[in-house]
């Protein structure tokens, strides 16, 4: 348990509709990523949060998704008009002990959709 | 920019032989380096880092990998995998000139047969 949180585990969508996902970090730490992993391919970063601001993202991030981070606690990425192209793993991650200043992070156990 | 390849995206290998998944990464800076494994439907578990200091590192469960800067490599191994070692692997790098942000390989699938 890496005491990342994600909510839900699985997501089951019909095209066009919209979905959240939700993710609880570890307390202690104020940067939260995320980032998506399809089948067959590694983790992409998506974007960060430092406290409540989101200090960058991606380009995979299309104006389809909003990202938050209110009061900077826990973290909710939604999709708008979701397409099977989104079908995907969602991860949310908080840095480690060294994580700010080596990019070491420990994961939640993720959030899979699958867009019909 | 940074990028990770591995070479090989499915490694079969018997129980008890010895395992080796390689890592190649690019980058024109110093680097931080970082081996993830992957269960079924499970989130990403840290094996093991290299952050600074001796090449040769160990991890959880009987792992280790060696940094190696000149072949700007970081292969993992294991010198007798079990069954319970099946998994996809990914190889990882960062720096903080990119702001320390994870760059992932594609993985390797570890299937250890008996």
């Known amino acids: 348990d890496t005491g990342v949180s994600q909510d839900p585990r699985h997501k089951i969508t019909k095209r066009g509709q919209n979905v959240t996902f939700r993710c609880d970090p570890i307390?202690?730490?104020?940067?939260l990523y995320w980032y998506r992993q399809t089948l067959g391919q590694g983790p992409e970063f998506l974007t960060y949060f430092q406290n409540e601001a989101q200090l960058e993202k991606s380009r995979l991030l299309s104006n389809r998704f909003s990202a938050e981070r209110p009061k900077g606690s826990f973290s909710t990425l939604e999709i708008q008009r979701t397409e099977q192209g989104d079908s995907a793993m969602y991860l949310c991650?908080?840095?480690?002990?060294?994580?700010?200043?080596?990019?070491?992070?420990?994961f939640g156990e993720g959030s899979r959709l699958t867009v019909l | 920019a940074q990028s990770v390849t591995q070479l090989d995206s499915q490694v079969p290998v018997f129980e008890e032989a010895p395992v080796e998944l390689r890592c190649n990464y690019s980058s024109s800076v110093s680097v931080y380096l970082f081996w993830y494994v992957q269960y079924p439907n499970q989130g990403l578990q840290l094996l093991l880092k290299?952050?600074?200091?001796?090449?040769l590192v160990k991890g959880i469960n009987g792992f280790e990998a060696e940094f190696n800067k000149s072949q700007t490599s970081f292969h993992l191994r294991k010198p007798s995998v079990h069954i319970s070692d099946t998994a996809e692997y990914f190889c990882a790098v960062s720096a903080s000139e990119y702001g320390n942000k994870l760059v992932f390989g594609a993985g390797t699938i570890l299937r250890v047969k008996s």
């Open positions: 307390s202690e730490h104020n940067r």
């Open positions: 290299y952050l600074s200091g001796s090449t």
């Open positions: 991650a908080s840095p480690g002990t060294s994580g700010i200043n080596t990019g070491e992070l420990f």
